[in-house]
């Protein structure tokens, strides 16, 4: 696995493998890896010939008083991950190289950035659909691979790929989880055993409600039945339950298969947000 | 030369170029083509394997009451000019192809987009941003063809390929003249023989002003001298006489030749709208 620090050598190398027309699947991370990246990696060597990952956190899409400063950053283990797992190269580039000044492009993302994460991290997703399009950019990749476990994210992205035209195809693959059902993410590590333990009630509620959603189901009666199950965990302070169209991300009355309907949950455990969602069918 | 007015088809010829390791040179219009235009395909022959043109009346980029219906479409003569250029392919795509559905994605190009014609035409410039993200995603060249005549345009997509990575060299190519000194403009079209007499005064006001326009002289000064100057032009309805600088488009005080001072005017001849402009060194 060759490690790319600038955007001048990862051009280069992108150039060469575009002259032996191989093709490119491209696996964008945050770092602090687990196996949910893990397995977007065996997904994008399964679909292309060079699979190329990246590692960088971010600012645009932090908030003031979220986690930039403490998000975990491990490159060194993150990349002997990558390696073991297979990817041909990891893009790793210093803030300075992907922001060299303050961008003056805004990338706005339209309504659906604004229901979900989106009300409690206004200007969240237009972080991210300006990182992504610099990485796509950068890369030029033939497929994206991101996790259902970024719902919104995934929505997103798939708008931008279609109204600004990038030749790539999006990939979403499934959520991957612990033993016990809790949903693989960077941020489980912020928490405590206890609050562990509490962070099961995401998944726990998503599949009780799972189990409720019969078609013709009414999304009322549903939420407050997932309203009332929370109160088995006191540690949770739910942000959103929501059960909207996992296309569209627009509410839903009633639960019917053609609206491709998924439950979506966030909530703090502690100090810590967490998200999870799943499909109803 | 190839005509293509779809996007699927467009893809094709692309990959095939890029398999071939051929550089492309890119060529956007919105048809009505001069003799500007032409000068853009010369620069893109010179500089590239594959020359495609592309011919495009973007609706996002013009404003309520602004000339999108009657602005001229002549896209047989525009293909033959072309042919005869050797523009190798002319994309050449109805609305619904660029624009399946309403854009839900904005492109917003910053503070730049709000000075000069970004006052009079609020929101041009995001539209402009919008369809150039899509073409040079749709036509991925190595290098794009601008003329100098666009200013703030030029400014504006600078810093659009800069922070949003995309992988392409921006060639500005300078202002092409009709004999007596006016601008080639697809708009000039709409000038009765009278008025086209009236919009001379564009270019000889900013020759006037860069023959005074000496290194330490103030902006104030030949402002004030420009619009004077004008007085012999009562056709002409001036929207904005400015000297700033060429790279930044910030209002400059004082000519120095590190600041690429630029002098751009636009104004109304008749109903049409005008623009020019000239760098002082």
């Given at each position: ?192 055993p206890e609050e562990r333990q509490t962070a099961l009630i995401l998944n726990h509620t998503l599949q009780h409600l799972k189990t409720l959603a019969?078609p013709g189901a009414t999304v009322q009666s549903l939420l407050e039945e997932g309203h009332q199950y929370f109160k088995n965990a006191p540690g ?46």
């Open positions: 696995m060759r490690i790319v620090t600038h955007i001048s050598e990862l051009r280069h190398l992108i150039r060469q493998t575009k002259a032996q027309s191989q093709t490119i699947g491209f696996v964008p991370t945050m770092g602090a890896l687990h196996a949910g990246h893990l397995s977007l990696i065996q997904e994008a060597k399964d679909k292309s010939d060079r699979v190329i990952a990246s590692i960088f956190v971010n600012p645009e899409q932090f908030g003031p008083g979220e986690d930039y400063d403490r998000y975990p950053r491990q490159a060194e283990k993150d990349a002997e991950m990558l390696r073991a797992a297979g990817t041909d190269i990891l893009f790793l580039p210093a803030k300075e190289e992907i922001y060299p000044q303050p961008p003056r492009v805004k990338v706005l993302p339209g309504p659906v950035a604004n229901v979900l994460c989106g009300k409690t991290r206004p200007g969240h997703f237009s972080g991210v659909g300006l990182v992504v399009a610099k990485l796509l950019n950068l890369v030029s990749p033939d497929f994206l691979f991101l996790g259902q476990k970024d719902l919104q994210q995934t929505v997103i992205i798939r708008q931008l790929i279609e109204d600004l035209n990038f030749p790539v195809e999006l990939v979403v693959c499934p959520t991957i989880r612990e033993a016990d059902g809790l949903a693989m993410s960077s941020r489980n590590r912020y928490l405590t019969q949770l302070q739910t942000d959103y339950l929501e059960i909207v169209n996992g296309t569209t991300l627009e509410t839903l009355e009633v639960i019917l298969p053609e609206e491709n309907p998924v439950i979506a949950i966030a909530g703090f455990v502690g100090k810590t947000r967490l998200i999870d969602n799943t499909f109803v069918f």
